[in-house]
């Protein structure tokens, strides 16, 4: 049974543990024929990720050039907007933190973790990241797999009991934002709490004034991603790409549900495969027969 019975002219996706398990060369090869299929009939798409823009623009780089125009790279957790191409990936946005911000994320991150050493956790520093900071709860697990979030989600738990937990640790972070005067956002993927400048609710922002400016409208927009609920007491990293009005659907676990108006399908990156598959069959095309043409041209 097809999840759709219409065609979203407009769709905007989380990267890592949506449309890839990993940045492994490769990983989006599968998604390149769908997506060319459905630019071709007029679709926009936007990549909303945390990360930098050149690891979904390597694993995109088989689209064909003129197919890469429709294609947004809103990346730094909101900070820069890239156009794919054609060529080389263009930035189209970008926001740097004045001398005060920065100084108050360092003032910020330095006050957590000191905090966090007089609770008996040991944490570490990420600071090589455009406007925002991150303290790396766990840092002796280095890249943990979005497969692996329910037990990532109680070894944090454990980790933070002596702190009060990861709620706790956001109110302690939350304190020390307000003491700045500053409007910095705190965040989590679990294993990391963020304080930045911007977070993923920029990206969104800029991804509907794009899609107004092009005739689209709030229900023409679908929205994927993976974590939208609440994980280890902090809100899932893809809540802030919710936008009321258009179609939002979570591929992951979700282990402690989903927000309201969230629909949640499970199944990973291979759903969201599906997910593209069913959309270019509403828009007429057979996927095989593309697929096969594909084939012959590479041959």
């Known amino acids: 049974m097809s999840l759709f019975d219409r065609s979203y002219p407009f769709l905007?996706?989380?990267?890592?543990?949506?449309?890839?398990?990993?940045?492994?060369?490769?990983?989006?090869?599968?998604?390149?024929?769908?997506?060319?299929?459905?630019?071709?009939?007029?679709?926009?798409?936007?990549?909303?990720?945390?990360?930098?823009?050149?690891?979904?623009?390597?694993?995109?780089?088989?689209?064909?050039?003129?197919?890469?125009?429709?294609?947004?790279?809103?990346?730094?957790?909101?900070?820069?907007?890239?156009?794919?191409?054609?060529?080389?990936?263009?930035?189209v946005l970008h926001r740097e933190a004045a001398t005060a911000e920065k100084q108050a994320m360092d003032t910020v991150a330095g006050g957590l973790v000191e905090w966090l050493a007089a609770c008996g956790v040991e944490s570490g520093r990420i600071d090589d990241r455009l406007n925002r900071i991150k303290v790396d709860l766990i840092p002796e697990w280095p890249d943990p797999p979005k497969h692996r979030i329910g037990e990532l989600q109680q070894t944090v738990k454990e980790r933070l009991r002596a702190a009060g937990g990861l709620a706790a640790v956001f109110e302690e972070a939350d304190r020390l934002v307000a003491e700045t005067g500053l409007d910095l956002r705190v965040t989590s993927d679990v294993k990391h709490i963020e304080v930045g400048l911007t977070d993923k609710s920029h990206s969104m922002a800029w991804i509907v004034d794009h899609l107004r400016e092009r005739g689209g409208e709030l229900d023409d927009l679908l929205v994927v991603g993976d974590e939208f609920g609440p994980v280890g007491g902090a809100e899932g990293s893809d809540a802030k790409t919710v936008v009321r009005g258009a179609t939002v659907v979570s591929v992951g676990e979700e282990p402690n549900g989903v927000p309201v108006g969230v629909v949640h399908l499970g199944g990973g990156p291979e759903r969201f495969l599906g997910i593209l598959e069913e959309l270019v069959q509403l828009a007429g095309h057979d996927v095989a027969i593309l697929t096969a043409g594909h084939e012959r041209r590479r041959a």
Not at 59 to 82: H, I, M, T
């Open 12 to 91: 905007a996706f989380d990267w890592d543990g949506t449309a890839v398990s990993s940045r492994e060369r490769g990983a989006a090869d599968r998604l390149l024929i769908p997506l060319a299929a459905l630019i071709e009939a007029g679709a926009y798409f936007y990549v909303v990720t945390g990360t930098r823009h050149d690891w979904p623009a390597r694993q995109l780089a088989g689209l064909d050039e003129p197919a890469k125009e429709a294609v947004f790279l809103c990346c730094n957790r909101g900070s820069e907007v890239y156009v794919l191409g054609p060529g080389a990936p263009r930035l």
